[in-house]
């Protein structure tokens, strides 16, 4: 049976009054998601060089942070993912973004390395949750016909809220040049505040969404029936709801990694060579920090911009030849496209053209995850089914950045050896394409009930 509908009309044109106000609110808790997880990279690594005190600890020590984050977004997200099954999507998904926009601002008030770990865990809680909700509830509001590129274009929008960050980052970058910040706040300090402001002011929407109606009727029916909502005893136990949840936990893992455990470090690699360019202008500590900051934006920017047309170029991949064939096309660019960068980028006029390729690549991956995810699992565990996969392999991805550390240590403690590191750590991305024959193709099916 397909639930693809024969429409000569584009998709969105089937779209009510609901659908939009559904579609707009899950892509900007999405989209602030991905700011706040932006501003965090940008801002790490001059947040861990300012509190260590110690340029050598700092590029030792800033993967570590992002190992906190990474947990905590993990456990927010299986949190999160069972509550929304439980309670509903919409309410959840209100909860999250107090949390992460409420904490990523105290993070610009932290004095300790420790502290900044605790706030970044705390985030991570809140952030964990969205994705899983976000699709989950697009998935359950909008006519079948129109949940594939609806999901892809969520996603890909997602990538609007690393662009800002972005331009955000820039902009304080430039501020901080001209010392022009308010209350002597430093370039991270700022980046911080900044970034907590929008999703706070998202949160007032949710008073006018209402939960999926198919969530509403499968909940009151499995009420009746004792049916368990966002159970993982039951996801874990049912023969095929186990196997899509264990299969697809190793598929997202490998990209996850690519990205948060790799490729979102290449600020690192950006400002090594924005360092040397600058050498011989003899710059002040927070003036060669300000600089750094701006490039590191830009580089955030270009990655993005790339990741904008990899995840819609992807997507419809997805929806004219099928799940599985857009998931190995996107793992291998993500791997040769992290090669690239890692291994080659060296000179300043480069950050123009493999950031974005780089970007294209690693995001590309991200817009499969919107469409196929909901489609392995039923109602009563599609959030829950989602932040598994989805959430629980930050786990394993938050190894990524201490291997890369310990590795960066063993080869000398530099640059050179971070980038050794990070090109042999992505290796993991090729074990996702491994497991795409065991899981079903999804193309043109219906919602599993």
């Known amino acids: 049976m397909s639930s693809t509908i024969s429409n000569p009309q584009p998709w969105w044109r089937s779209f009510n009054r609901n659908h939009w106000l559904v579609f707009a609110v899950a892509s900007l808790a999405w989209l602030f998601d991905c700011l706040d997880q932006q501003v965090f990279n940008l801002a790490r690594d001059g947040a861990v060089e300012d509190l260590l ?3 050598a600890k700092a590029i030792e020590f800033a993967p570590y942070t992002t190992s906190f984050f990474l947990i905590g977004w993990a456990i927010g997200g299986l949190i999160f993912g069972s509550l929304g099954d439980r309670f509903g999507r919409a309410r959840m998904l209100a909860v999250t973004m107090m949390i992460y926009s409420i904490c990523t601002g105290l ?13 970044l865990f705390l985030t991570g809680l809140g952030v964990g949750g969205v994705f899983g909700l976000s699709v989950a509830l697009v998935a359950d509001s909008v006519p079948d016909h129109t949940r594939a590129p609806a999901l892809g ?12 960050a972005g331009l955000i980052g820039m902009g304080i970058g430039l501020l901080a040049t001209q010392h022009l910040l308010p209350f002597s706040l430093k370039a991270w300090q700022a980046m911080f505040l900044v970034g907590a402001v929008p999703a706070f002011l998202c949160v007032f929407l949710f008073r006018k969404l209402k939960e999926p109606e198919k969530w509403v009727r499968a909940k009151a029916e499995g009420d009746k029936k004792g049916v368990k909502f966002g159970s993982y005893v039951v996801l874990l136990k049912h023969p095929t709801w186990s196997k ?15 990205l948060w455990g790799i490729g979102n470090f290449h600020p690192k690699i950006v400002r090594a060579i924005i360092e040397t360019h600058l050498a011989a202008d003899h710059l002040t500590r927070d003036a060669l920090a300000s600089k750094k900051a701006y490039w590191s934006s830009l580089g955030l920017l270009l990655q993005n911009i790339g990741g904008f047309f990899g995840m819609l170029s992807l997507a419809k991949f997805a929806q004219v030849k099928g799940r599985r064939p857009a998931f190995a096309l996107a793992l291998l660019l993500s791997f040769l496209s992290t090669q690239l960068v890692f291994r080659y980028l060296r000179e300043v006029s480069q950050i123009y053209w493999m950031i ?9 991956v991200f817009g499969v995850y919107a469409i196929y995810l ?7 565990l599609r959030s829950t089914g989602i932040s598994f996969c989805y959430n629980f392999g930050r786990f394993i991805a938050a190894s990524a950045p201490f291997t890369i550390g310990q590795i960066t240590r063993r080869l000398g403690g ?19 394409i491994l497991v795409l024959p065991f899981l079903p193709e999804t193309k043109d099916k219906p919602l599993p009930e």
């Open 53 to 55: 005190g110690d340029k």
């Open 107 to 119: 993070s610009a008030f932290v004095t300790s390395f420790s502290s900044f770990c605790a706030c």
């Open 153 to 164: 274009l969520l996603q890909s929008l997602s990538s609007w809220g690393n662009i800002t």
């Open 244 to 258: 899509h949840a264990w299969l697809g936990l190793i598929l997202c893992s490998a990209g996850i990694i690519g």
């Open 356 to 364: 974005p390729i780089m970007g294209f690549g690693q995001y590309s």
């Open 374 to 380: 909901p489609e392995l699992f039923p109602t009563n």
């Open 414 to 432: 530099n640059i050179e050896g971070f980038r050794i590191a990070g090109m042999w750590v992505s290796l993991v991305l090729l074990i996702g």
